[in-house]
């Protein structure tokens, strides 16, 4: 039987490593919205479900009943084992 790679510390948190993977992809992510602000300066993230949104504005028309704004989506990806709201 194969030992089980722990990703954890005694403590209960990530392994540095991990934090350090963790730490960059989310550096990443507001790298991107930053450069997609440039164009979008309203851009957001959107999480449904399981996939995440990249919007050009917010996510829903609080002027318009809550209305969602599903056409503001300019690139998606699935996040596996994700939960967020819905349109």
Known sequence: MANKKTTTGKDGKLSSKL???MDKAIMERNLILAEVGD???????YL???MLHLLT????????????MQDRSIAHGLIINASGGGW
């Open 57 to 68: 504005d917010k996510s829903h028309d609080m002027g318009n009943g809550d209305k969602a």
């Open 19 to 21: 934090k350090q993977r």
């Open 39 to 45: 164009e979008y300066p309203n851009a957001e993230w």
């Open 48 to 50: 449904n479900e399981d």
